[in-house]
Antibody, heavy 121, light 108 residues
Framework: EVQLVESGGGLVQPGGSLRLSCAAS????????IHWVRQAPGKGLEFVSG????????SYANSVKGRFIVSRDNSKNTAYLQMGTLRVEDMGLYYC??????????????WGQGTLVTVSS | EIVLTQSPGTLSLSPGERATLSCRAS???????LAWYQQKVGQAPRLLFY???TRPTGIPDRFSGSGSGTDFTLTITGLEPEDYAVYHC?????????FGQGTKVEIK
């Protein structure tokens, strides 16, 4: 069964940084694009960032562009989200999810359980 | 950016009743690349439909999806206790990929 496990969340002050990881198992990681999707408390889902199978193409929501960087290491079956200059509005549960083999298909078939990011002074 | 608006925000229904959830797009969704996800409390979303009406393996047939263009509907025929959850629609063809704000189906 496909498994995605996020880690790296925690409490950080406004303006601070965090690095999230998404470790994959039980499937061929390099055959899927990977998305990061967040959910603020009591709110809906919001696409944050995506990365293609080979890492050569990335996409970001306007709200995080210039502050977040997505990457992946297929040899480690892991994707990363480097988050900088964090704001209170970045707070929420961050999920990683598989997306299409074609980067431009954003269908999220498999999801991790999420890691919680809290931004507060 | 394609904005998705879901209605109603909350649906209060009794077990066995029929649930009808709406998702309206600000512009036509190309190739009907519209998905629905179910999210139970404390859990990650689960893919319920893709391509408007295609169910992944394991999704019960009391769930059905329909629509095209800008108007889409998720129907649950005969609510079961495990169906009480939040349902999200998503367009997955145009970056940035966008979700609706969700519809909560709660027990009446």
């Amino acid at each position: 069964e496909v498994q995605l496990v996020e880690s790296g969340g925690g409490l950080v002050q406004p303006g601070g940084s965090l690095r999230l990881s998404c470790a994959a198992s039980e499937f061929t990681f390099s055959t899927y694009s990977i998305h990061w999707v967040r959910q603020a408390p009591g709110k809906g889902l919001e696409f944050v960032s995506g990365i293609s199978r080979d890492g050569g193409t990335t996409s970001y929501a306007n709200s995080v562009k210039g502050r977040f960087i997505v990457s992946r290491d297929n040899s480690k079956n892991t994707a990363y989200l480097q988050m900088g200059t964090l704001r209170v509005e970045d707070m929420g549960l961050y999920y990683c999810a598989t997306a299409g083999r074609d980067f431009w298909s954003g269908l999220n078939q498999y999801w991790g359980q999420g890691t919680l990011v809290t931004v507060s002074s | 950016e394609i904005v998705l608006t879901q209605s109603p925000g909350t649906l209060s229904l009794s077990p066995g009743e029929r649930a009808t959830l709406s998702c309206r797009a600000s512009q036509s969704v190309p190739r009907n690349c519209l998905a629905w996800y179910q999210q139970k409390v404390g859990q990650a979303p689960r893919l319920l439909f893709y391509g408007v009406s295609t169910r992944p393996t394991g999704i019960p047939d009391r769930f059905s999806g329909s629509g095209s263009g800008t108007d889409f509907t998720l129907t649950i025929t005969g609510l079961e206790p495990e169906d009480y959850a939040v349902y999200h629609c998503q367009q997955y063809v145009t970056s940035p990929w966008t979700f609706g704000q969700g519809t909560k189906v709660e027990i009446k």
